[in-house]
């Protein structure tokens, strides 16, 4: 069973940061893609960033310049630094991975639960 866990959600003014985390766990033998996207209500789950496991990068127009992903491999963990925040950015951040179990040979996806980030004045 994987699991991943998001923190570092929270209520922050416009022009602030946030960083957010993410550790995948269970039985896991290579993680490829890892990234971040976010839902707001009323709308559909949107790529925000993206990164390949040789730490290519893909973002959102609507974030370039303020965002920021990272990965750590060794601590299966992904990062995403979000800075001069805007209240269009709230939404529920949800953490993604594109995994191999052990002992298998098809990748899967799999999903964190979400943090909630509230961008407000």
């Known amino acids: 069973q994987v699991q991943l866990v998001e923190s570092g959600g929270g209520l922050v003014q416009p022009g602030g940061s946030l960083r957010l985390s993410c550790v995948a766990s269970g039985s896991i033998w290579i993680i490829d893609a890892m990234g971040w996207y976010r839902q707001a209500p009323g709308n559909q789950r949107e790529l925000v960033a993206s990164?390949?496991?040789?730490?290519?990068?893909n973002y959102a127009d609507s974030v370039k310049g303020r965002f920021t992903i990272s990965r750590d491999n060794a601590k299966n963990t992904v990062y995403l630094q979000m800075n001069s925040l805007r209240p269009e950015d709230t939404a529920v951040y949800y953490c993604?991975?594109?995994?191999?179990?052990?002992?298998?040979?098809?990748?899967?996806?799999?999903w964190g639960q979400g943090t909630q980030v509230t961008v407000s004045s």
């Open positions: 990164i390949g496991s040789g730490g290519s990068t």
């Open positions: 993604k991975a594109q995994i191999l179990l052990y002992g298998s040979t098809k990748w899967s996806d799999y």
